[in-house]
Antibody
């Protein structure tokens, strides 16, 4: 059974950094493209970043480009999201999702909450 | 970026009703359109992909159609567990944008 579990969400001050993790089980993470999607409190879904399976090409939303970095550790079967220079508008639940095809997500984690506030 | 616009933003309906949600893309996206269902406090769930293909395990009362810029999600006979928020999403090009959501509530 495919499972994804995010962790690392926390309260952080503006300008601070945080690293989110997404532990995968039931499949080999490095063979699939993976994505982070976020949802601000009471708002809709926002695509954040993705990493391809084989080529490790990365893509970012303009709102996070230059501040966030997606990566993975194949030995730990874990996806990461390094978030720097955090802003209040980055406050959201962050979901990791497994791609069944480009831009299509068939498995999601339960999410982890990031709050950026002083 | 491709903008996705859903209508209506909210909808009240009764168990057994037939419901249709519309999604429009700001440019042609072929059939690169997905639908997700999200319940409060839960992660989204994939319902439909490439506009009209039903994800495994999703009840057949859900159906999707459309191509180009205009798409629809139809629920043929609403069940109590269908009351949720629905999002369309284009998978044509990055950033893979979502619609603003349609909240389906019990009348």
């Amino acid at each position: 059974e495919v499972q994804l579990l995010e962790s690392g969400g926390d309260l952080v001050q503006p300008g601070g950094s945080l690293r989110l993790s997404c532990a995968a089980s039931g499949f080999t993470l490095s063979t699939y493209a993976m994505t982070w999607v976020r949802q601000a409190p009471g708002k809709g879904l926002e695509w954040v970043t993705a990493i391809t399976g084989s080529t490790t090409t990365t893509y970012y939303a303009d709102s996070v480009k230059g501040r966030f970095t997606i990566s993975r550790d194949s030995s730990k079967n874990t996806l990461y999201l390094q978030m720097n220079s955090l802003r209040a508008e980055d406050t959201a639940v962050y979901y990791c999702a497994k791609n069944v095809a480009a831009g299509t997500y068939d498995s999601w984690g339960p999410g982890t909450l990031v709050t950026v506030s002083s | 970026d491709i903008q996705m616009t859903q209508s209506p933003s909210s909808l009240s309906a009764s168990v057994g009703d037939r419901v249709t949600i519309t999604c429009r893309a700001s440019q042609r996206i072929s059939n690169s359109l997905n639908w997700y269902q999200q319940k409060p406090g839960k992660a989204p769930k994939l319902l439909m992909y490439v506009a009209s293909s039903l994800q495994s395990g999703v009840p057949s009362r859900f159906s999707g159609s459309g191509s180009g810029t205009d798409f629809t999600l139809t629920i043929s006979s609403l069940q109590p567990e269908d009351f949720a928020t629905y999002y369309c999403q284009q998978s044509y090009s990055t950033p893979y944008t979502f619609g603003q959501g349609t909240k389906l509530e019990i009348k």
